[in-house]
């Protein structure tokens, strides 16, 4: 029995430490990519990978743990569904990750095409990409924590012990706040940053269309450079 605890304990403290720590450190690394532009790509990547292989080995210790004991029920509860359906999914994600596709030319008189009026369908495989990754990443992120929840309610059925629901609540609600205060800041300083796009003249105006046709992706972590020099 005590071994058996010890292994959910351990399966749990992996489960946080990838769903509670390194999948948020992932995505908002790459939601907060401009105040760390020349590393965040560094983290983001190492986080990932780390949320994985902490997810695959609290999958592991779960199976063993259900494995030894006494009337072993695997994927019995929607918890254990859960669990196996964000190990591929985080799978997924990091194999994912490593495929991107590279930074195509656009056009830049070129009329997006959108649904309604309002959604910005992607017109490049990158553009694509962008969007199942970001949107794989949240969903990771909100089951992620539901998950969590879940394994809590379940330790403290089985073992008769206290929950840390609250704290978990408590992180939750910190978590939340500083994204909140951090998005608010974030959109304060772009609106003074266009403000000050609109005070350039035509000809630097100009430049920035070129270099988006030229395949220079605005917001890519690492943006080529190019120097002319040009003998008189």
Request: include cysteine.
């Amino acid at each position: 029995q005590n071994s058996n605890r010890t292994m959910w304990a351990a399966h749990g403290l992996l489960a946080t430490l990838a769903l509670a720590l390194a999948t948020p450190l992932a995505v908002t690394t790459a939601w907060f990519r401009t105040l760390v532009p020349s590393s965040w790509i560094y983290i983001h990547v190492f986080a990932n990978v780390s949320s994985f292989f902490m997810i695959l080995l609290s999958f592991v210790f779960a199976v063993t743990a259900m494995s030894m004991s006494t009337s072993p029920k695997h994927f019995s509860d929607p918890h254990h569904i859960v669990g196996l359906a964000i190990l591929m999914l985080v799978t997924f994600q990091v194999m994912n990750g490593f495929l991107r596709p590279p930074v195509e030319k656009r056009d830049p008189y070129a009329v997006d095409t959108k649904i309604a009026g309002i959604i910005t369908l992607p017109g490049t495989a990158r553009e694509l990409w962008k969007i199942l990754h970001k949107c794989a990443g949240v969903f990771v992120l909100a089951v992620g924590f539901w998950q969590l929840k879940a394994g809590m309610d379940l330790y403290a059925a089985d073992f008769q012990v206290g929950t840390w629901k609250p704290y978990f609540y408590a992180y939750l609600a910190i978590f939340g706040t500083v994204i909140v205060l951090l998005k608010l800041w974030m959109f304060w300083e772009e609106k003074k940053a266009r403000m000050g796009v609109e005070q350039m003249n035509p000809d630097q105006r100009r430049m920035g269309s070129a270099a988006v046709a030229n395949g220079i992706d605005p917001d890519s972590e690492l943006v080529p450079v190019q120097f002319d020099i040009g003998m008189q």
